[in-house]
C-alpha cells in the first residue's frame, strides 16, 4: 500500500473514531494529527480540511462499493448497499447532518445515487432518441427525490432498518424511471415527425 494512501485511511479511521464521541465542529485538524501522530503538514498535504476529509472518506467507501449494482437489474441491490452503508456509519452520518459538514454530507449523497441512477438510465434510454440533457434531468429529478428521502430518513434517526427503505422507495418507483425515459423518447419521435410535415 502506498505511504499516501496509508496517511489518508489513518486519518479516515482515526476521525470516524472521535466522530463516535463528539460531534464534527468540535473536532480540529491539530487533534487529528496528535493522535495520529503525524504533523499538520502532511494532513494539509492530503487534504484542505476536516470536511475535505470527511468528503474523500464517504467518495471513498461508498461511492466504490456501488459501482457493480448501476444496472436497471441491480438498483435495488445498490440502494440497499447506500443505505446500509449510512447505517454502518450512523454516528458519523448524524453528526455530519446535525453540523457545518451537512453540505458533505448531501454532496455525498447525490453523487453516490447519480452513480447509481445514471446507470440505470443509460440502459433504460439504450436504442432511444432521448438526448443526453433529458436523460441528465431525469437521473437528477429521481437523484433528488431519493437523496430527500434519505436525508429525512437521516435526520429522523434511521428508526426504519434498511430493507423497510428499500422497500418502500422500490415500491414507490416501480417502473417510473423507465416511464420517465420513455415519455421523453415517446416526446421526441413526435417532435421530429412533426418536423417532417
Given at each position: 500500500m502506498a ?8 486519518l ?6 472521535l ?7 468540535k473536532i480540529t485538524v491539530i487533534?487529528?494529527?496528535e493522535?495520529?501522530?503525524i ?10 480540511d ?15 462499493a456501488?459501482?457493480s449494482?448501476?444496472s436497471?437489474?441491480?438498483?435495488q441491490?445498490?440502494l ?5 452503508y449510512v447505517e454502518?456509519?450512523k454516528?458519523?452520518?448524524v453528526?455530519?447532518y446535525r453540523?457545518?459538514g ?9 453523487e453516490?445515487?447519480y452513480?447509481?441512477?445514471?446507470g440505470?438510465v443509460?440502459?433504460?434510454a439504450q436504442d ?5 440533457e ?7 429529478f429521481?437523484g433528488?427525490?431519493f ?6 430518513w437521516i435526520?429522523?434517526g434511521?428508526?426504519e432498518?434498511c ?7 422500490s415500491t414507490?418507483?416501480?417502473g ?5 425515459v ?10 421530429t415527425?412533426k418536423g417532417?410535415?
Open positions: 505511504m499516501t494512501t496509508y496517511t489518508k485511511q489513518v479516515a479511521q482515526t476521525l470516524k473514531e466522530l463516535k464521541t463528539k460531534p464534527l465542529d487533534e487529528l494529527v493522535i495520529c501522530n504533523n499538520r503538514q502532511t494532513f494539509y498535504y492530503h487534504f484542505q476536516i470536511y475535505d476529509l470527511l468528503g474523500w472518506i464517504y467518495r471513498k467507501e461508498a461511492v466504490d456501488i459501482k449494482k448501476r436497471y437489474a441491480t438498483w441491490q445498490g440497499h448497499d447506500i443505505l446500509e454502518e456509519n454516528t458519523m452520518c453528526n455530519t453540523s457545518l451537512r453540505e458533505h454530507l448531501e454532496v455525498f449523497l447525490n453516490v445515487l452513480e447509481l441512477l445514471g440505470v443509460d440502459e433504460i432511444t432518441n432521448i438526448s443526453s433529458q436523460k441528465a434531468f431525469v437521473v437528477r429521481y433528488y427525490a437523496g430527500g428521502t434519505l436525508l429525512e435526520r429522523g434511521m428508526k432498518s430493507e423497510e427503505m428499500v422497500h418502500y422507495i414507490t418507483m416501480e417510473n424511471i423507465k416511464s420517465s420513455h415519455n421523453f423518447a415517446s416526446m421526441q419521435t413526435e417532435d415527425r417532417m410535415l
